[in-house]
């Protein structure tokens, strides 16, 4: 079996291992005298306000996807491009319509004349008249969130009445943006 005398000696060694420990004096672990010291512990400061800084940013950039996710994906906008020898007037009622037969659709909205304007304005200045330029109409469609329409449906049955209609769900734009907070 075992040797008491051996164990004995086991014992002594690890008392001796023991008390070498308690008996060193604790140092800190930068030291205080040191310029070098001094400038770890600024250095280390730094790094945990730019740490926390970076958190919060990246908080914020997550939580404003957020809702612009949601914002967004409550609304499919229909763009209606002037053709020569179109109504436009005609064909955004009825680009409406067709939308506002679809379940899972709230609501359809015509963008106004001076809506669109005003959309324009940072770019082309006040005071536009769009029957000028070749602009876009849109519309507006409202979605149901927990029942949204089928988009793909929705596109056949206009684009084939309206070929200058096309719509968009925001699809695109969504998943971009979630891909870019979500990095």
Known sequence: MTDPSARHVED???ERAGTQRVQRKMAP????QNIAGRA???VIAIMTFLSCLTFGAVTLVRDTASV????ISREATIQIKPMDGLDIEAALAQAS???GEFPGVKSARIVDRDATARLLEPWLGSGLNIDELP???LIIVTIDETNPPDFAAMRAAITP???SASLDDHRTWVDRLVAMATR
């Open 40 to 42: 770890l512990v600024l």
């Open 135 to 137: 602009v876009p109409r």
């Open 12 to 14: 002594q060694h690890a």
């Open 97 to 99: 319509q067709i939308a």
């Open 29 to 32: 672990i930068v030291p205080a």
């Open 161 to 163: 009445k309206l070929p």
């Open 68 to 71: 612009w996710e949601n914002q």
